[in-house]
């Protein structure tokens, strides 16, 4: 990549398709990190960030992903790669959505085909704010083949999560299991049950 498109930032783009799964349009936005397009042979690494309640997939542009990003890549102190916010627009219970289903199924081989992706475990990673750190928890557990990092942000464990972290721990060995990043406010509601999480 060249100085130039390095300076000129990344890029953001809005899609959506009918899912199957959740039998309505799922909205998504994607950041393309600088020089994407100037390096049409790389594939990049894909983080996929969900929001919290009551917020759109607007929550983590307005916390500023697009400036920090393309700060952090312009500087050389992260490694270029793509984001994905997908948009809960609907939020059901956790016991009866069908969203994790639609990001897994759908969402996921959607990007892949489409972006100049590193379609593997090791190249995916998911991460959320609140509701949606508690999302990434559980899919990126769940689907542990899947993914190997999890950002849990101001985490609001789901409750019917709370005693599956020993069956999560027994599904995989140590080297299959993601990675794992929790951060929380020490006067957030939701600290007692991010901290025994992490304990």
Request: charged share 20%.
């Amino acid at each position: 990549p060249t100085i130039n498109c390095l300076e000129e930032g990344g890029t953001l783009q809005g899609g959506n398709f009918f899912s199957k799964t959740l039998e309505s349009e799922l909205n998504y936005k994607v950041y393309l990190p600088p020089c994407y397009h100037a390096s049409p042979q790389q594939d990049f690494p894909v983080m996929y960030l969900l929001h919290g309640l009551s917020y759109s997939n607007e929550q983590w542009l307005n916390l500023g992903l697009v400036e920090t990003m393309d700060a952090l890549v312009a500087a050389e102190a992260i490694f270029p790669y793509i984001i994905v916010l997908p948009e809960e627009s609907v939020p059901d219970p956790p016991h009866t959505s069908s969203f994790p289903d639609a990001l897994i199924a759908e969402l996921i081989p959607w990007i892949d085909s489409r972006y100049s992706t590193r379609p593997l475990k090791a190249y995916r990673g998911i991460g959320g704010v609140s509701r949606g750190a508690a999302w990434a928890v559980h899919i990126g557990f769940e689907h542990y083949q899947d993914f190997s990092r999890i950002g849990a942000h101001s985490l609001a464990l789901f409750q019917a999560d709370q005693g599956k972290l020993i069956r999560w721990m027994e599904q995989a060995s140590p080297a299959d299991q993601p990675q794992v990043l929790i951060d929380i406010g020490r006067n957030d509601q939701q600290w007692p049950s991010a901290k025994n999480f992490a304990d």
